[in-house]
């Protein structure tokens, strides 16, 4: 997910967008503990879109 596809994005569209990405980080790292996930970078991947979000954000705040 790019910064600028982001940017479009009204504030509702964004916090709901973000309550999605930490589910669906919290559920990748259940599944890193408990050895079932095998791409282990999207862990990292997930992170950076949560900052991202959060950045966007705070831009619009």
Not at 19 to 44: C, I, N, P, W
Request: proline share 0%; net charge positive.
């Amino acid at each position: 997910m790019k910064a600028a596809e982001l940017k479009n994005l009204g504030v509702d569209e964004l916090k709901s967008k973000l309550e999605e990405k930490r589910k669906e980080l919290f559920d990748l790292r259940f599944q890193h503990g408990t050895a079932q996930l095998e791409k282990t970078a999207s862990l990292k991947a997930g992170r950076k879109d949560i900052a991202r979000i959060l950045t966007v954000l705070k831009e619009k705040e």
